[in-house]
């Protein structure tokens, strides 16, 4: 069998697997036991098509499965109270549709800490194992394990309600959730070394979820804007680092080598959803739409930079955020130069906690030929321990400046 | 119907009984008002200065020590609780965000063990 076949296998899986969970918890009404009955029914399913075939609904195959599984769970297990679970029968649930929302709202509910939103998103919606997700994170598997017991726990026991927020509390809701899948996709980025062994693109797992978001919630444009985001942003990753697994900076990267189609279709998701947002884009979108200019721009220096600087005023302003002051700072010396750039720092009232900052600084700091100064940012970003990319790059720029 | 326990928490170490404090028990009268018959139970405690803390080491038997004050000086103190009934965590909340301390301090919001029928 080869790897497409087997990857093609673990999609339907996973895809369809995550809307039997979403059923099977309404039907039990616990997570837990949902969990380990789908558990159960994906492993068979993974031992079973690729040698019999994938089925014809793969959906009812599972949720059988899975049923019955659960059954001889709450069988088994006195302990397993639960009425809905142990009125079970073999009657087949219709799935009504909302079953996925409301364990994607289960999953990111404002009573979980962020971290344990990240863990149960990635195991329940994106089907992902244990070990999978500790190698993803870059978190101990005992840590996470307990992570995501402790989440399962909290759910059960404070009884954190299965259910789609009503339609005055979406505004509150959303964007916890949009946080989440960009979490996710930020592990991704972030996780560029790591275990070769484990497949897992966060990335693209994040890209995945907010398609899904897309699905369910389509007239909302900050899920829209997500979307858009994520897919520009990755149509640039084969050029984010070289071979050496070194970072290449924007301005160095090779543009034939961007995915332009994927990015077509990230411009066209974010100009219809900012033509929908009217006056009030939210901060996803002008993210989104930022991002898009890059990507759009056929080179560094043709890029629409006074439109870039104007978006990023409007993410500073909607944003505590310093790394958007340090983005806009970069934008803002690339068409009125690196004085007003820099200007632009020192007014700041917060710095980024890691390297960026003192990264821009250093850069801008160069650029006017201010080099001691330049020298003594690059090794205060040095001090703040970045990753090795990123540190090997700093290092490089810093000895640059000694030799230039 | 499942109970959840909002435990009061207020900055400084306020006494119920003083008349600077009739504003905040206004409040606290109508969120009475307000959840009626979902409160079961619930009390306001006089200020952590009158309270008193019991340890006992080494088990039961050991060295019992009885000493004046909280069990830990916190910027925010227990000033009070109450026993709802409550569908479900959201119901819980949603009491919760009614309960003064919630912006005079912070209202914690616990599930209680269910006790065997």
């Known amino acids: 069998m080869t790897d497409e076949v087997a990857d093609a296998i673990d999609r339907v899986v996973r895809d369809e697997g995550r809307r039997v969970l979403a059923t099977l918890v309404r039907t039990t009404g616990s997570l837990e036991l949902a969990e380990e009955a789908v558990a159960d029914a994906t492993e068979r399913a993974l031992r079973h098509w690729p040698r019999h075939g994938v089925p014809d609904e793969p959906r009812a195959w599972l949720t059988t499965v899975a049923r019955r599984r659960a059954i001889d769970l709450v069988r088994a297990d006195s302990r397993r109270r639960n009425r809905e679970a142990a009125t079970m029968t073999d009657e087949p649930v219709p799935d009504d549709g909302a079953d996925l929302l409301r364990l994607l709202f289960t999953c990111c509910h404002p009573a979980l800490s962020v971290d344990r939103r990240v863990a149960l998103a990635l195991r329940t919606l994106c089907g992902l194992s244990t070990h999978e997700i500790a190698a993803a994170l870059m978190v101990a598997e005992p840590t996470l394990a307990r992570r995501l017991v402790r989440a399962r726990r909290k759910i059960a026991d404070a009884r954190i309600p299965y259910r789609v927020p009503g339609d005055d509390e979406l505004g509150d809701r959303l964007p916890a959730l949009i946080q989440v899948v960009r979490l996710v996709f930020t592990e991704g980025h972030r996780a560029t070394s790591g275990d070769e062994l484990v497949r897992v693109d966060l990335c693209v797992e994040a890209i995945h979820l907010a398609s899904l978001l897309v699905e369910l919630f389509p007239r909302d444009t900050e899920v829209a804007g997500l979307w858009a985001l994520l897919t520009a942003v990755h149509a640039r990753a084969r050029t984010r680092t070289d071979a050496a697994g070194d970072v290449v900076l924007l301005r160095d990267q090779d543009r034939s080598r961007w995915d332009h189609d994927v990015i077509a279709l990230a411009e066209a998701g974010a100009t219809d959803a900012w033509a929908r947002a009217g006056d009030s884009p939210g901060p996803v979108l002008v993210e989104a739409a930022i991002a898009v200019l890059h990507a759009t721009a056929p080179t560094y220096a043709a890029t629409d930079w006074r439109a870039i600087t104007e978006l990023y005023e409007l993410l500073d302003a909607a944003t505590a955020n310093p790394a958007v002051r340090c983005n806009r700072a970069v934008a803002v010396a690339e068409w009125a130069g690196p004085a007003a750039g820099l200007a632009l720092l020192d007014e700041a009232p917060t710095r980024t906690p890691d390297h960026l900052w003192d990264a821009v600084r250093a850069d801008l700091l160069t650029r006017l030929g201010r080099r001691d100064d330049a020298a003594v940012a690059y090794r205060a970003a040095l001090a703040s321990g970045p990753p090795p990319p990123e540190r090997r790059l700093l290092e490089r720029r810093l000895a640059d400046l000694a030799t230039g | ?117």
């Open chain 2, 1 to 117: 119907m499942p109970q959840y326990a909002l435990l009061t928490y207020h900055p400084g170490d306020p006494d119920w009984t003083a008349p600077d404090q009739a504003d905040t028990m206004a409040e606290y009268g109508a969120f009475g008002a307000h959840a009626g018959d979902a409160i079961v139970g619930g009390a306001a405690l006089f200020p952590t200065t009158t309270a008193t803390s019991v340890r006992i080491t080494g088990g039961p038997d050991g060295e019992v020590v009885v000493s004046d004050g909280p069990f830990a000086e916190t910027k925010e103190v227990l000033g009070g609780l109450y026993l709802v009934e409550a569908a479900d965590l959201d119901e819980a909340i949603e009491y919760a965000k009614r309960v003064p301390s919630s912006w005079h301090g912070t209202t914690e919001v616990r599930p209680l063990v269910p006790m065997p029928e």
